[in-house]
Nanobody, 122 residues
Framework: QVQLVESGGGSVQAGGSLRLSCAASKYISCMAWFRQAPGKEREVIATIYANIGISTTYYATGVKGRFTISRDNINNTVYLQMNSLKPEDTAMYYC????????????????WGQGTQVTVSS
């Protein structure tokens, strides 16, 4: 079992930035960020795979160029740096993980955090 704990959410004005963190209870190779806005389906926004010096990232089209996923493998933490935030980025953001080299945007994740709210005002 892997426990995931997100932090860093909050309220910001459009154009601002936030950095989310997700601390895992132990190393796990594939980690991702999802979000779910009210009345909408949960969507994956970024994934990162890291193992033995290899690191691969994937981004959903809507956040590419504005969001950056990264990880600290020593502290088992993944980050999501969000810049140029828009009101449509308002959502609950979730960290997820799976122990696999298949770490793209269309795979199932086994472990989930409790979520952290991001609110962007215009």
């Amino acid at each position: 079992q892997v426990q995931l704990v997100e932090s860093g959410g909050g309220s910001v004005q459009a154009g601002g930035s936030l950095r989310l963190s997700c601390a895992a209870s132990k190393y796990i190779s594939c980690m991702a960020w999802f979000r779910q806005a009210p009345g909408k389906e949960r969507e994956v926004i970024a994934t990162i795979y890291a193992n033995i010096g290899i690191s691969t990232t994937y981004y959903a089209t809507g956040v590419k160029g504005r969001f950056t996923i990264s990880r600290d493998n020593i502290n088992n933490t993944v980050y999501l740096q969000m810049n140029s935030l828009k009101p449509e980025d308002t959502a609950m953001y979730y960290c997820a993980a799976r122990s696999s080299s298949a770490c793209g945007l269309r795979v199932e994740y086994d472990y989930w955090g409790q979520g952290t709210q991001v609110t962007v005002s215009s």
